[in-house]
């Protein structure tokens, strides 16, 4: 059977989904809560690579096993063994040849920024305190220069091993809400640090600092864009695969 897995997620403890050497990670602990659960090893299959802090609220995942469990079970057999920040939320049986990352259409991220005086402690870990009022305005018609089909190379960290920096960004919107500023962008795909580095610009400009989007877009220089934010503030919202039904209801 091929498994189709909807995963949340807190990333503080961990050094983001992929298997470290030396570092516990959410891949390896849900592949651990599979074996555990049937006695066998798989390989599973995120649709992307969370960096290490940053959260999920619909992580999506796959994998191949024999096994008579139904696939419905899985969720409260893998939460069993899982650590209560790592929860299995859906699990269902998919197409053979479904992959997580290769079929996934687009994602979508939530940054949070909190501009009020006081953090709350429910906030901490959860968001990026600021303590100060932002022109939220500004941040929004930044946020909106990103939109389309652009090469990113000036809003990613080096190390990236992406083969071009021409990504796609379908929607990229502020809100606020009682002090709490958001940044929900959704695209086919983002770099190394990508979000981070847009969230950082935009608080930047937010502050009054004057950042070309449009030239930083055509004639790339990372020193000239924003700081990269930190990422307890970054949540994968969701994962969009088409019109394709994922789980069984």
């Known amino acids: 059977m091929n498994i189709i897995l909807e995963i949340q997620y807190l990333g503080e403890r961990y050094a983001g ?28 299959i995120g ?17 191949h096993i024999e096994t008579k469990l139904e696939a419905p079970r899985f969720k409260n057999a893998l939460n069993y063994y899982l650590p209560w920040d790592i929860r299995i939320m859906r699990s269902s049986r998919c197409r053979e040849d479904f992959h997580a ?22 906030e901490k870990g959860r968001v990026y305190f600021i ?60 770099l190394y640090n990508m979000v981070r580095i847009i969230a950082g610009t935009l608080v930047e400009i937010g502050k009054g600092k004057e950042i070309d989007i449009d030239e930083l877009l055509h004639v790339p220089d990372r020193k000239k864009a924003g700081h990269t934010a930190p990422a307890h503030a970054l949540f994968l919202e969701r994962v969009d695969y088409g019109e394709e039904k994922l789980f069984a209801e």
């Open 17 to 44: 989904w992929q298997k470290q050497k030396n570092a516990p990670s959410i891949q390896e602990e849900i592949e651990e809560a599979i074996f555990k659960t049937t006695g066998r090893n798989v390989e599973l």
């Open 101 to 122: 990352r290769f079929c996934a259409k687009r994602k979508t991220y939530c940054y949070r920024i909190n501009t009020n005086s006081v953090e709350s402690p429910m």
């Open 131 to 190: 303590g100060r009022k932002l022109n939220v305005a500004a941040m929004k018609l930044a946020a909106s220069k990103f939109e389309g089909t652009h090469d990113f190379e000036a809003f990613r960290s080096e190390g990236s091993s992406a083969l071009t920096t021409v990504r796609t960004i379908y929607n990229c919107e502020i809100s606020e809400r009682k002090g709490i500023v958001e940044l929900r962008i959704s695209g086919n795909g983002f």
């Open 47 to 63: 649709s992307g690579r969370t960096d290490s802090g940053v959260h999920a609220l619909a992580q999506i995942a796959n994998f």
